[in-house]
């Protein structure tokens, strides 16, 4: 079900989400990383790498046309974003766990795609190495800092209401009561909220709007 969502969710992006970054207008944003987090966020490391495996190799032999290294990229990404997350917050299921969770992977992330769209970014593209390192402070840091981001605030406002209705439905047990639970709901929204509307005003500050 969850790379069912999440192919549809990046089969959608593909053709909809214009670019973030005009400097480089093949980076564009796509949500697949928030539903391959919720997995695992609720089920752990191992089923949310193989659900990135899946879903990006569907992507790779349906629209995409950056092949196997648009593959090994989007594995790496998703990778390095949703396994910190999942580790930290398996070892304590709690509001601050899945924030410094969700915080590293998108640092990791960050981290790692500077250095993987060095490598492999000029031969998928056709672009100088030169010209991808100059791009590198002024495009790749920041689109991935700014995806990272809105995945971690749009993980944080989805995982509670998702988590309520799989109990609902009974495929989750339902925990014991907590009168705690109201609290961090409320502060996982208001930190999402924080986090979008400071990647809104970075983009629009990056595409000279305001």
Do not use: H, Q
């Amino acid at each position: 079900m969850l790379c069912a969502a999440a192919f549809v969710l990046v089969s959608i992006s593909s053709n909809t989400m214009p670019p973030l970054i005009p400097a480089a207008p093949f980076l564009k944003y796509d949500p697949k990383d928030v539903v391959i987090a919720m997995g695992g966020l609720l089920f752990g490391s191992l089923p949310a790498m193989i659900i990135s495996v899946v879903v990006s190799f569907l992507e790779m032999v349906t629209f995409s046309a950056t092949g196997w290294i648009g593959f090994v990229m989007n594995v790496l990404s998703t990778w390095a974003f949703v396994l910190p997350a999942s580790v930290i917050y398996s070892r304590k299921k709690s509001l601050p766990a899945a924030v410094v969770g969700l915080f590293s992977g998108t640092a990791l992330m960050v981290a790692v795609m500077m250095l993987w769209n060095y490598l492999l970014t000029p031969i998928y593209t056709g672009m100088p190495r030169e010209a991808v390192a100059d791009l590198l402070i002024p495009a790749f840091l920041p689109f991935n800092l700014i995806k990272g981001s809105l995945n971690m605030a749009v993980t944080l406002l989805l995982y509670k209401p998702v988590v309520s209705a799989l109990r609902a439905a009974k495929l989750m047990p339902n925990p014991a009561t907590s009168s705690r639970k109201g609290g961090a709901t409320a502060a996982a929204v208001l930190i999402a909220v924080f986090i979008i509307v400071s990647c809104a005003v970075a983009l629009l500050l990056m595409n000279k709007i305001i």
